[in-house]
């Protein structure tokens, strides 16, 4: 549902009002830019990302030239209606300098979603070689066996190993668990919700 621009304080901002683009996955923050009402009218009508670029004076649709574009997913006012969030999908890098982020993080905070992306995508383009692509071949049975396995052995590490061989027992159980999500047709998005859902009915 389209947002009406007249919604928004533009006088408030002078004509160009700040944009919080986001990760509509990580929710990591991908950069920042202005809107006047053409921006955020054309952002809507055609579902990529478009600013006001004050350093070219003209309405800037991100990715116009690399191919990197921010594809809307959802549009949120905040409580000022002077301040916009963007939920995107992100192709490729977002920064200009090739960082997945305007914002220099010193890691990934959500590799996880990552994680599930590179899961997907070995699915979509399947590697001969590739550990997914040999266990897929061994069918669910398999896959599921394996969460069994490495469920056990981060039991075992928790009580008689060290922090360590925990942790890396500990990702190997994660990674199987998304692998086998992936197998079922669902997502960590499937589990948060589920998750959510029980927290709000307690």
Not at 118 to 132: A, H, K, L, T, V
Request: hydrophobic share 35%; aromatic share 8%.
């Amino acid at each position: 549902m389209n947002i009406d621009s007249s919604s928004l304080d533009w006088e408030k901002t002078n004509g160009l009002i700040p944009v919080i683009v986001q990760d509509n996955k990580t929710l990591e923050v991908l950069m920042l830019g202005y809107m006047n009402v053409e921006a955020f009218e054309k952002t809507q009508d055609e579902g990529k990302v478009t600013f006001f670029s004050r350093s070219k004076n003209r309405l800037w649709t991100k990715g116009e030239e690399s191919g990197n574009f921010l594809f809307v997913k959802s549009i949120h006012i905040d409580c000022d209606n002077d301040t916009i969030l963007v939920k995107a999908t992100p192709v490729g890098p977002t920064c200009h300098t090739g960082s997945r982020s305007c914002f220099k993080t010193d890691y990934n905070q959500n590799f996880i979603f990552e994680l599930e992306n590179i899961i997907n995508d070995r699915y979509e383009n399947p590697i001969e070689d590739s550990y997914i692509n040999k266990m897929r071949k061994k069918g669910l049975n398999k896959i599921a066996q394996k969460v069994g396995e490495e469920g056990v052995e981060t039991v075992i590490a928790a009580l008689a190993e060290t922090e360590k061989e925990f942790i890396g027992e500990a990702s190997d159980l994660l990674f199987h668990l998304m692998f086998l999500l992936k197998e079922k047709g669902l997502s960590i998005q499937d589990i948060a919700l589920n998750l959510e859902k029980r927290h709000k009915s307690s």
